[in-house]
């Protein structure tokens, strides 16, 4: 009988582990805005400069 409820809570035990780690996964992340959960690095790109590269490469090739 002992062994039985001792195999019972760690098999409970083992499904709530389970079930937080599911839990966990579709729970959109904390910070960034963003799905990706990034922090915010996301923000940080400089689309003048990206811009400013492309037109200085595509001036190269002509």
Do not use: W
């Amino acid at each position: 009988m002992v062994q039985e409820i001792i195999i019972f809570i760690i098999f409970a035990l083992a499904a709530a582990y389970v079930i937080r780690l599911l839990i966990a996964n579709f729970r959109p992340k904390q910070g960034g805005g963003c799905a990706k959960g990034c922090g915010g690095a996301c923000s940080t790109i400089d689309f003048n400069k990206i811009k400013n590269d492309l037109e200085a490469k595509s001036t190269l090739l002509r």
